[in-house]
């Protein structure tokens, strides 16, 4: 027994030896993959149980996604570029693997069991395994995981989050490249714009610099937000209401609501006074002739008379105990 017992012991170390030099090679195989890949390495459930068993003297950081578009993940496509990014610069900065970081992404269509196994609902997911042996070493083998929650989509905090839980190790930084298409892209707009403007010049400032223009554009925006436009879009009110007759109602009652067509019909009273008092002001006094002038006063003296009128009207709908009114409604 006591023979059996000094055997054992005496091969613990030789045990322990073998056990590091096949993490040692499995590190060395991933790591030529990534190299040669430039990023990460693709993973199965067979792949990625090899690489993240124990013991373990590198780390491993494994992006669990979901890429075909049946499965509908946006977040998904939208990340794999950043990561691929990442994991090739990270890889080329530490060429000589001194880091001890292997980089795998694990598809769905390739890692069911995987997912079945981690209890996975959702993608991405972004687990990072710590070296179990080392100077650097975790036991016990529970990974950190990145939460994509927040909707990142992004490098950067994928870089940060390593760069924290992997503090001992070379952090090779992460620098985006120059997007040369979009520089030639905004480049030509602007030489474009800058030529359509000098071409179109002559023709566009004299428009621009249209008193009337500008006039009737100020009217239109007063006319639009004084009737309740924003009111509209704030409350969601609806178009119209019952009155509990059977019958349409198109005022509400109170200061409180409002219907979409009142605020349309309320405009409109607005837009007919408004312009029968330009009229008046402006288009009247340079009437030549006398006699239409003095019909044209009574013809839009009547017709701010209705509108006021009306306008009242609605307004003791609106406040049923208002005591005014004003001929003919």
């Not at 001890?100 to 196994?117: E, P």
């Not at 249209?210 to 009110?237: D, E």
């Not at 405009?267 to 330009?278: E, K, P, Q, R, V």
Request: net charge positive; aromatic share 12%.
């Amino acid at each position: 027994m006591k023979l059996l017992q000094l055997a054992t012991a005496a091969l613990l170390p030789f045990t322990a030896l073998a056990a590091k030099k096949a993490s040692t090679d499995r590190f060395a195989t991933y790591n030529s993959k990534q190299l040669s890949n430039a990023g990460p390495v693709k993973l199965d459930d067979k792949a990625y149980n090899e690489l993240t068993k124990t013991p373990r003297d590198y780390s491993v950081a494994v992006l669990l996604t979901a890429l075909e578009a049946r499965f509908g993940c946006n977040l998904c496509n939208e990340f794999q570029p950043d990561w691929e990014l990442l994991a090739k610069q990270w890889t080329k900065g530490d060429k000589k693997g001194e880091g001890r970081l292997v980089f795998g992404t694990l598809d769905f269509t390739d890692g069911k069991a995987t997912f079945q196994s981690l209890m996975l609902q959702t993608a991405p997911v972004l687990l990072l395994f710590p070296p179990t042996t080392g100077p650097n070493a975790k036991p016990d083998n529970i990974p950190h995981r990145f939460d994509f929650s927040s909707g990142t989509n992004t490098a950067e905090p994928i870089h940060a989050f390593l760069t924290r839980h992997l503090p001992s190790i070379p952090h090779p930084p992460f620098t985006r490249p120059i997007n040369y298409l979009r520089i030639a892209l905004i480049t030509t707009a602007l030489i474009g714009g800058i030529t359509f403007l000098t071409v179109a010049a002559p023709f566009i400032l004299p428009i621009i610099q249209n008193r009337n223009l500008w006039a009737a554009i100020s009217l239109i925006a007063v006319l639009l937000f004084t009737s309740g436009h924003m009111f509209n879009h704030i409350r969601k009110v609806p178009y119209v209401g019952g009155d509990g007759k059977g019958q349409i109602s198109y005022f509400a009652g109170g200061f409180q609501n409002q219907f979409g067509l009142e605020t349309q019909i309320v405009a409109a009273m607005y837009g007919i006074l408004s312009f029968a008092t330009i009229s008046l002001a402006l288009k009247v006094p340079r009437m030549t002739d006398a006699r239409n002038q003095q019909i044209a006063v009574f013809v839009w003296g009547a017709v701010i008379l209705g509108m006021y009128s009306f306008l009242l009207s609605v307004f003791r709908i609106k406040n049923g105990g208002y005591p005014f009114w004003l001929p003919p409604f």
